[in-house]
């Protein structure tokens, strides 16, 4: 390859990515907003046209999703939005309570002042997103939420345990119990996220390692209060 066609190849593979990363954003936004029911078989023509691109872009768009488990294939490769029994949110909940302790215990003991202040401005993200109880931004709240725990897996410094964490956290879960929240329940959510930043500032592994699993003990109750109070489908 010559010197002047290095420039355009490198253009092109950027514009690519751009456009890859762009499908990933629609379609997990798509997914996460309800747009598919859970079961849902949903051809790839379709993914494409949501996003007004080429397939290219959409396959590795949709390839990451698969690795985060917001979409699925069968064994014939037919994608499908995933759907979960009672039994099997039970047990990702207790799954991602225990690694999230995990997580935070050995965050306690590695994480650095800069780290730490990149928490504090993730907990104001969602502080902003709560502050009023009648305007509620439950998508900032969300992404805060996610930002705020990726950070904390990123300073607990292992590959190993953000592998098995992908594969227990369900953004779709996620995403449905943020919707149920009450206001109430987001101000106790985020006093947990309060609670384990001074618990990382004093590096005080088993106070963050208990805050982190009832974190999620939390969440998991508020999920279960709010099924039972749903009206049955007709």
């Known amino acids: 390859m010559s010197a002047r066609q290095e420039p355009a190849r490198a253009g092109a593979e950027r514009a690519a990515s751009t456009s890859a990363m762009q499908a990933y954003r629609q379609i997990r936004s798509a997914i996460l907003a309800g747009r598919f029911e859970p079961g849902q078989f949903v051809p790839e023509e379709e993914f494409a046209q949501l996003c007004g691109m080429s397939r290219t872009p959409v396959r590795e768009a949709i390839a990451r999703l698969v690795s985060e488990l917001l979409l699925q294939r069968t064994d014939t490769k037919r994608l499908f939005v995933p759907s979960w029994s009672d039994d099997e949110i039970e047990e990702l909940f207790a799954l991602r309570a225990g690694l999230e302790a995990h997580c935070a215990r050995r965050t306690a003991s590695l ?15 969602i502080d902003a997103a709560i502050a009023d109880p009648q305007a509620i931004d439950v998508p900032a709240f969300v992404e805060g939420n996610r930002l705020f725990h990726a950070a904390m897996m990123a300073a607990a410094r292992s590959d190993r345990l953000a592998q098995l964490m992908r594969l227990v956290v369900s953004q779709v879960i996620v995403h449905r119990t943020a919707e149920r929240y009450t206001h109430e329940d987001m101000v106790r959510s985020q006093a947990d996220h309060l609670d384990l930043i001074r618990a990382f500032a004093a590096h005080d592994g088993e106070w963050a390692a208990a805050i982190a699993a009832n974190h999620i003990r939390r969440a998991a109750n ?13």
């Open 111 to 125: 994480i650095t002042p800069a780290e730490i202040e990149e928490l504090r401005g993730h907990a104001a993200r």
């Open 222 to 234: 508020a999920y279960r209060a709010h099924q039972a109070a749903a009206p049955a489908a007709c």
